[in-house]
């Protein structure tokens, strides 16, 4: 078993207390000594526990190995079976069955509990005892406050899960830190590199959930030519190592590159893999995080399989509930702190993510359960709290002028009947020609430099009339307002953008359907004053406070307000009419949306933790806009600068009213009229929209 300590006298303590708890864990099933209706659920737990147990021993002597297909997606089903939609309505990680089964204050608090032990599943795979350890330590205490004669105090159990958050806090954000920067942790990557891909029994070997989709995926990608796969990658890796070179920044100061990716994309990360060692960088590939005090609500950061049920992570999104007060927060800021200057040799030569995302799969919008859980106002500070000073740690170890990113996307097979056809159609976005939307680009550009602001108007039920305001230029000759982003780090190729002024940044944003951040908005409307996001509203709901909080936490991550970030018009005709041809506009991801019309980021800007590193496009002009009236911040209360997060908003071509820049002296460059570029110069972009609307 590996466990990952130094020191052998505690690692046979390790051992023992392992061997401990786990023989009480079994005993729990056959014993009477907790009362109806909190029996069931101590009973299951234990039973899933004492499953996961013995399947870490089975894989520990790799029992597994020959086993058939079938057998391992009969076990994987079992071991998810419990999560899926289809039992959810009766599952303890469903909050509203826990409350109505166990009571509020007992419900919230177990249903927790029992989203912890979830990640029994990967520590079973990893060999990760410590981490298994812990939470049956954890299992066994709550379990002997309810054996009593009397019920405990709520506040008792309430009480044991805070500490456990908090005195393992430094330890999980240590291994997550170190997992995040060391290669020599290569669980994933040797799965990737050293299994037969041809054999899709191997998808089953990483402990995600596996379903049609991923198995779908590796049998396609299996049904390519090696010299496709090695293109796929290339454009990937190529896109890191170009981002290094536009940024003038060094990769060969560099060592390591992050991996994220969804399974199923194996081979192309294997290509992926070897192509960055000819760059001198090796891959740190590490899974999304499975302890609460790791997580970042409902995100997935590091590679992950199937969701088994969206609206399981939707609900256990504000777990934090459990432990979130200030003593925590700077807890675990210090494990932040400490974490990073143990590993700050790692930390130094990393060069950033590079990441595969996934499109197609059916748009989940949540249900609003009876008994979601929320944070209080106080937590919600001390998230944001948390944010900003975990944002200003990382990067004083892992320099943002200094790292760089790549992002690519591709549809996985759930998206219909023409998945190869809009998969190959994907490759062909993903390989545009850069030199052709360069030239068209900085037409725009040109254009826009002579603005103090852009005004933009919706059309056809869109409502949208924003003013955004733009940076004054002070020498036009060498200085523009907007890059010209032609699939760098930023794949495909496509749009133009800007960090806005936000004083006389005014108006409304409204989208009628947007997909985000694996949410489905419907009538998004954001009112914005002096940059601000001040108001807000959508139509999932049909309480506007509801509304109101699943953009607060969906959108502005717990900010009752974010600056406007950014502005981009996108230009990407080509993935648009793809879009429209196939039926998929809901499907696609914000990486190839935000390059299909004008869009708008809250949070951030694109320059955060680089504004002081020059950065010119490629006609040599420096982009002066990398700044604003909060970033700038940064100088005197670092705090107020940074927000830790960056969310577009795109509206489509046939939403767009126009798009015009607004001159000093009151005149008008039009750009885009009723869904169509007019700027001459720019038509070219409109044939792929022909006949569409």
Known sequence: MNLHLEDSDAEEDLQERFLLAAARIREIPTEKLVKDPYKAFFENEAAFLSDMIALMQENERDEHRNDSLESLRDQNHRIYEDVLPEHYAECFGNPDYAVDTLGEEYGRLLSFLYMELRGSVVYAFEDKVWDMLTGLELFLEIYQQFTGETLPDPDQIQESLYWYCSDYSARMMDSRTRESVDPSLSFARDIIMHEDLSDLRYLYRFGEYVTENEEKTAAFLNSLPAEEIDAIARTWTEGYRIGFEVGRKDIHSKKTVNIRFRLGFERVVRQAVLQFEEMGLESVIYRSATHAVNKRQHLRIGYYGAVPNPQLEYDHRNDAFVYLDDKFVTRKLQGLRAAYERHKDLAKVHGGPACMDVFGETPFVPVQSRHSITLTDAQQREQVRYNSEAGQITNRYIKGSERSFTIIAYPVPEIGNNFPEIFHETEKINNLDYRKYQKIQQKLIDALDQGVAVRIKGMRGNRTDL?????????????????????????????????????????????????????????????????????????????HDANRHYIEENILFHHASLPMGECAIGTNTTAYRMAKQYHIEDKLPILIAEKMGPHFAFGDSCYSWEEDHPVYNPDGKEIIARDNERSILRKTDPARAYFGCHTDISIPYEELGSIRVEKADGEEISLIEEGRFVLPGTEELNEPLRDLF
């Open 467 to 543: 003013r955004v305001a733009l940076h004054t230029l002070q020498d036009p000759v060498h200085q523009t307002n907007f890059e010209n982003c032609v699939a760098n780090v930023n794949i495909p190729v496509g749009e133009v953008f800007t960090t806005p002024v936000l004083k006389g940044t005014n108006g409304l944003l409204h989208v009628r359907q947007v997909y985000l951040g694996e949410f489905q908005y419907k009538d998004l409307e954001i009112h914005v004053s002096d940059g601000m996001a001040d108001d807000y509203d959508c139509g999932n709901f049909s309480s």
